[in-house]
T-cell receptor, first 113, second 115 residues
């Protein structure tokens, strides 16, 4: 079993749609959680951190359920520019302790006119 | 430029040749990481340095791979006797101690093609 598993996708949605990505992780010691965005042939870039209380950044909402070891990302009012690969990422880093990032395989999103 | 820099951006090499990549982290960052990403997959951890000490290596880092960070600043990743399976994007990232809880910043990567 992979440490981080994501919806296989790809997702093809029209502009304005709401789309949700899900992710599960196997390491219960994980302490930090993120969504990264990766454009074609570019490096991954941090989209947002994910907190147990849930957090929102504009059209993006991330949720974490530690009991179920489940992470989600909701994108509302999709834009063409949201087309990218979305990577679910977990780490056991916390405070000053080192923890490598473990990535899911990514989910491809294509938003069409 | 205050970001993570990687050089070269692209490298095409013949099977069996040696290649070396360089990463210049953000100047005050004492932690540095190498990842590898193949098509359709997320990045996979290769190795990690704190200052000049290499503190963890993945099983993915075979004997043909070696990484150094001699003065705790830039790092190099060398692949000896390259194989076609080494074709991938090699990503470098850096952080401060205590900064990983906020994610890393990656460089633009070096795309290796072994022919």
């Amino acid at each position: 079993r992979k440490e981080v598993e994501q919806d296989p996708g790809p997702f093809n949605v029209p502009e304005g749609a709401t789309v949700a990505f899900n992710c599960t992780y196997s390491n219960s010691a994980s302490q930090s959680f993120f969504w990264y965005r990766q454009d074609c042939r570019k490096e991954p870039k941090l989209l947002m951190s994910v907190y147990s209380s849930g957090n929102e950044d504009g059209r993006f909402t991330a949720q974490l359920n530690r009991a179920s070891q489940y992470i989600s990302l909701l994108i509302r009012d999709s834009k063409l520019s949201d087309s990218a690969t979305y990577l679910c990422v977990v780490s056991n880093a916390g405070g000053t302790s080192y923890g490598k990032l473990t990535f899911g395989q990514g989910t491809i999103l294509t938003v069409h006119p | 430029d205050t970001g993570v820099s990687q050089d070269p951006r692209h490298k095409i090499t013949k099977r069996g040749q040696n290649v070396t990549f360089r990463c210049d982290p953000i100047s005050e960052h004492n932690r540095l990481y190498w990842y590898r990403q193949t098509l359709g997959q997320g990045p996979e951890f290769l190795t990690y340095f704190q200052n000049e000490a290499q503190l963890e290596k993945s099983r993915l880092l075979s004997d043909r791979f070696s990484a150094e960070r001699p003065k705790g600043s830039f790092s190099t990743l060398e692949i000896q006797r390259t194989e076609q399976g080494d074709s991938a994007m090699y990503l470098c990232a850096s952080s401060l101690v205590g900064g990983e809880g906020y994610g890393y910043t990656f460089g633009s990567g070096t795309r290796l093609t072994v022919v």
